[in-house]
């Protein structure tokens, strides 16, 4: 939603989010996953904090699994989505800053982001 303080997320998605049960099969977790890309802006980090159920999309033909660590993935996207912060709209004065990140592809495939804020 956007208005004159800036842009945050749909307050019935918020809600929506709330609700959301743990995937159990591939389908579920591809809708969820594709949910929370929309609102990836407002996540710093999103690509590695998804990562643990992210990679279980990788493992076709494998008997679906979800983990500990998918679990917690998922909860902390599910936290972080209803706590988003306001993205303000940029002014014309003020430093702007570039924020980047990217994994180590020796440990985790390849995850590239950034972020430009004022």
Same mark, same amino acid.
């Given at each position: 939603?956007?208005?004159?303080?800036?842009?945050?997320? #749909?307050?019935?998605?918020?809600?929506?989010?709330? $609700?959301?049960?743990?995937?159990? $099969?591939?389908?579920?977790?591809?809708?969820?996953?594709?949910?929370?890309?929309?609102?990836?802006?407002?996540?710093?980090?999103?690509?590695?904090?998804?990562?643990?159920?992210?990679?279980?999309?990788r493992n076709k033909g494998?008997k679906f699994e979800w983990?500990?660590?998918?679990?917690?993935?998922?909860?902390?996207?599910?936290?972080?989505?209803?706590?988003?912060?306001?993205?303000?709209?940029?002014?014309?004065?003020?430093?702007?800053?570039? #924020? $980047? #990140?990217?994994? #180590?592809?020796?440990?985790?495939?390849?995850?590239?982001?950034?972020?430009?804020?004022?």
């Amino acid at each position: 939603m956007v208005d004159r303080h800036g842009v945050r997320p #749909d307050p019935e998605a918020v809600e929506a989010v709330l $609700t959301w049960k743990a995937p159990r $099969t591939d389908t579920q977790l591809m809708s969820f996953l594709g949910f929370a890309n929309y609102y990836r802006e407002f996540i710093k980090g999103y690509a590695n904090k998804v990562y643990p159920m992210q990679k279980l999309m990788r493992n076709k033909g494998e008997k679906f699994e979800w983990s500990d660590k998918a679990q917690t993935a998922f909860e902390n996207i599910k936290r972080e989505l209803c706590e988003a912060p306001v993205l303000g709209m940029p002014t014309e004065k003020g430093t702007y800053v570039l #924020d $980047t #990140d990217a994994s #180590d592809a020796s440990v985790l495939d390849v995850a590239i982001s950034g972020i430009l804020h004022q």
